[in-house]
């Protein structure tokens, strides 16, 4: 793909991207359901779904080198237009079941807030290092890059990465080889982002949204949470068990007191109207947007008696709120 190429048309991923995995979650544990929290695309779809230029020129300088010969060279790789992704790569040299980083661009070290080289993989405890190790050995199996979006909380901070994952070798004939991983933060802002919110009277949660999508039941590895969240929802400074979407409904009825008395639905926006033990009244809006989804909490002065036949007693906590 030459740089003057028409890039195609951006396609809004929402809750329907063509591959999720659903192979491993937290601590490497196998999980068959949407527990998994990486999304990743391979083929014609990767270079819809890049979002970061320099990510893009890699893919196309990989695909320019591959045409009639396979799986390219490290070095052809590294001199070609990829070179622009060098300070967001971690490159690993490929064992027999395993992976050494040997080398780790500035940027990458910069995000990340430590030094991987000479690491193994399987010695990172990260939550997606399971589905991240299938996915690379994948690459090698289907000689072709992978293109994926995760959460990872090697860094300081839990934020949403993309990456690309590309094989290599490591010369003509040659048994050795390399993965090389091109990643960056989708938002660099997030530290802005977070002091700003910080500020805001309205509680707000930012969650990346995990698995297909499928059911009535929506879940997320929350990323963001501001002060006011915290003050209200009663977490702690060091933090609290409230890690996906899935950990509110208990959090709210069991620490933060709280039983859900109504709830409305309107297109993608929930909102759900809460009492807690003072008979303090809160609402919670829940909306699905296109990488994230928001919740807004704020403090609520208006009637929310429950409609006929809602019992609320036995809608305590967030019962539709990945439960």
């Not at 990172?124 to 199996?141: N, P």
């Not at 490591?170 to 802002?189: E, N, T, V």
């Amino acid at each position: 793909m030459s740089p003057s190429k028409p890039r195609p048309a951006a396609r809004a991923p929402g809750f329907q991207p063509p591959v999720v995995t659903a192979r491993g979650g937290e601590g490497g544990l196998p999980h068959r359901s949407t527990a998994a929290h990486v999304q990743y695309w391979i083929g014609d779809d990767i270079a819809v779904e890049i979002d970061a230029g320099r990510m893009l020129a890699a893919y196309s300088a990989w695909n320019a080198l591959a045409k009639g010969t396979g799986l390219p060279r490290l070095r052809d790789f590294l001199e070609s237009e990829a070179r622009a992704v060098d300070d967001d790569l971690l490159l690993y040299l490929k064992l027999a079941d395993d992976y050494l980083v040997v080398s780790q661009g500035a940027e990458r070290r910069r995000h990340l807030g430590r030094d991987l080289r000479g690491m193994l993989m399987s010695d990172m405890t990260i939550s997606v290092g399971h589905v991240l190790k299938e996915l690379y050995d994948d690459c090698f199996a289907q000689r072709t890059p992978i293109y994926a979006r995760f959460v990872t909380d090697l860094a300081a901070d839990s934020i949403q990465w993309e990456g690309l994952f590309l094989p290599l070798s490591g010369g003509d004939g040659s048994r050795i080889r390399f993965l090389a991983s091109c990643a960056a933060p989708i938002d660099s802002k997030t530290d802005v982002l977070q002091m700003v919110l910080d500020r805001s009277p309205i509680g707000t949660i930012v969650a990346v949204p995990v698995g297909d999508g499928g059911g009535d039941k929506v879940d997320g590895r929350i990323v963001l949470i501001n002060a006011r969240a915290k003050e209200i929802l009663k977490f702690d400074e060091k933090g609290s068990r409230v890690i996906y979407i899935r950990d509110l409904a208990p959090w709210l009825r069991d620490v933060a007191g709280w039983t859900r008395v109504k709830l409305t639905v309107e297109g993608r926006r929930t909102r759900l109207h809460y009492r807690d033990h003072a008979d303090r009244k809160f609402v919670v809006t829940m909306e699905s947007l296109n990488r994230f989804i928001l919740f807004s909490i704020a403090e609520y002065d208006g009637d929310i008696a429950a409609p006929p036949g809602e019992d609320a007693d036995h809608s305590s906590g967030a019962s539709t709120i990945g439960s």
